[in-house]
């Protein structure tokens, strides 16, 4: 594995030296693109690899097949003397967390988080997102299997960094940053990336369960609950897994992340009808700079609430977080994938007498319900 002692903990992923952090308290995780993978491993190689989608689903294998082949068993790990005993410590409470989910919430481990990879690098990839400047309408990419997504992940910081500026060429806003972690939703034995690693133990946790939650339930081209659902069970998951262990202190710290995320998921949701309602009130392209100046000034207007009203009600966020966090299209769309309807999955979960494995059931056979409906 190289290194054994605690994974390094900067986030420097360029060798241009720029730094790439998350965006505040945005945890981002990869979530079922990783399955992409399945259509180069079936065959689909040769009939791809001469276009541009091809060359980047067979990088995508590459460096897939590179983490596989660097997984060392948790099990051994967690045994190796050699191993500092911070991190021992940290993979022993993995192996815990996926028993917990298959065993108490229904989330199918399969094979996930059992293995160990330690990457030759601080972050995992980067993940770019788009938004058209004067309308609340995501960039997307269509990918084999999962359908259209609002993201595009990329490996080398280079590949990452032109792909931003063509898309602010072409008028985008843009939000490039890195994801520590992600799923191929059970098609292959997902390991734990030394990325991941770094979080404490509330969040590594939550992690683990919100992406065991992606192998459950992964709805085709819907990120957004997705990913929102995902967070909610992971939440509510590493609260309920910690209270069984007897460890109040991180159960009450899971709840107080979780009810900060709740509360930014009004705030962003607020910004986003704010904004939506704006910009459908002055349509067309002869208006389009009148939409740029209301923008602007309704932007200005939100940040003065998050710092005045929001950031003196945060129990675990840093509140010079209000002055910094990013304020643009793209980044509000992107804050949405994982903050969107966050009541309304506690909404079920307090209907449910807090019985977790029981909400899980009902929001998925509702949304199911929901998209047969839809269908019609």
Do not use: C
Not at 47 to 72: D, F, N, S
Request: proline share 3%; no cysteine; net charge positive.
């Amino acid at each position: 594995m190289g290194n054994r002692g605690v994974p390094r903990l900067t986030n420097r992923p360029t060798r241009r030296g720029r730094v790439l952090t998350p965006g505040g308290r945005l945890k981002l995780r990869w979530g079922g693109i990783g399955i992409v993978l399945l259509w180069i491993v079936g065959g689909a190689t040769v009939l791809v690899v001469a276009t541009p989608l091809g060359r980047y689903l067979a990088r995508g294998a590459w460096e897939e097949l590179k983490i596989l082949r660097a997984r060392e068993p948790i099990t051994r790990l967690v045994r190796d003397s050699s191993v500092a005993p911070a991190t021992r410590a940290k993979l022993a409470l993995v192996l815990e967390a996926r028993a917990f989910a298959e065993d108490s919430l229904g989330l199918p481990a399969k094979e996930a988080f059992t293995q160990f990879t330690q990457l030759d690098r601080d972050t995992l990839l980067l993940v770019l997102s788009g938004a058209r400047k004067d309308w609340l309408s995501a960039k997307t990419w269509w990918f084999p299997v999962v359908g259209r997504v609002p993201y595009k992940g990329y490996f080398e910081t280079d590949d990452a960094l032109r792909a931003e500026r063509d898309l602010a060429k072409d008028g985008y806003d843009t939000y490039l940053r890195p994801a520590a972690a992600f799923s191929t939703l059970g098609w292959f034995n997902d390991p734990l990336l030394s990325s991941t690693l770094r979080a404490d133990s509330v969040d590594l946790v939550n992690t683990v369960i919100h992406e065991l939650t992606h192998n459950r339930y992964f709805a085709k081209g819907e990120a957004v609950f997705n990913e929102s659902f995902a967070n909610f069970v992971g939440a509510r998951g590493a609260e309920r897994f910690f209270l069984s262990r007897g460890d109040s202190a991180r159960a009450a710290r899971a709840v107080a992340r979780w009810a900060d995320d709740r509360m930014l998921g009004t705030y962003w949701a607020r910004l986003f009808t704010e904004l939506d309602s704006t910009f459908r009130a002055h349509p067309g392209d002869s208006l389009r700079d009148r939409r740029l100046a209301l923008r602007d000034s309704v932007y200005v207007a939100s940040r003065r609430s998050l710092v005045d009203s929001l950031a003196p009600l945060f129990r675990t966020i840093d509140t010079a977080y209000a002055t910094r966090v990013r304020l643009d299209n793209a980044a509000l769309l992107a804050r949405r994938i994982y903050l969107t309807d966050l009541d309304e999955f506690e909404r079920v979960f307090a209907e449910e007498g807090r019985d977790l494995e029981r909400s899980i059931v009902r929001i998925i056979r509702e949304h199911r319900d929901g998209s047969r409906q839809g269908g019609r």
